[in-house]
């Protein structure tokens, strides 16, 4: 049994922070993400971090804003939103792959077996 369990999300005005949390149950994974779904379009890659290397990867327009990072005592991965952008607004979802392969094939959704149940982040302008 694998559980992922998001929060944090909200309504936030632009230029403000939300730190989003995930908690997982279960098992360990090798690499855990953030995606994120806008009405009407596909879900996109936020970020990912190895589990025991602590390594990460973020999509460009994220990059500098936007953290992720996991506490391995709680079994809970972070995703720190800063600067945020009213195009920042979108479902954020967690998820969780047993795949180790480059950072280019952890962008898909297809590599990750566990997801989240999502938190709407909304950004107003």
């Known amino acids: 049994q694998v559980q992922l369990v998001e929060s944090g999300g909200g309504l936030v005005q632009a230029g403000g922070s939300l730190r989003l949390s995930c908690a997982a149950s279960g098992r360990t994974f090798s690499n855990y993400a953030w995606f994120r779904q806008a009405p009407g379009k596909e879900r996109e890659f936020v970020a990912v971090?190895?589990?025991?290397?602590?390594?990460?990867y973020y999509r460009d327009s994220v990059k500098g804003r936007f953290t992720i990072s996991r506490d391995n005592t709680k079994n809970t991965v972070y995703l720190q939103m800063n600067s945020l952008k009213p195009e920042d607004t979108a479902v954020y979802y967690c998820?969780?792959?047993?795949?180790?392969?480059?950072?280019?094939?952890?962008?898909?959704?297809?590599?990750?077996?566990?997801w989240g149940q999502g938190t709407q982040v909304t950004v107003s302008s």
């Open positions: 971090i190895n589990w025991s290397g602590g390594s990460t």
């Open positions: 998820a969780a792959s047993t795949v180790v392969a480059d950072r280019g094939a952890l962008a898909r959704t297809l590599a990750y077996d566990y």
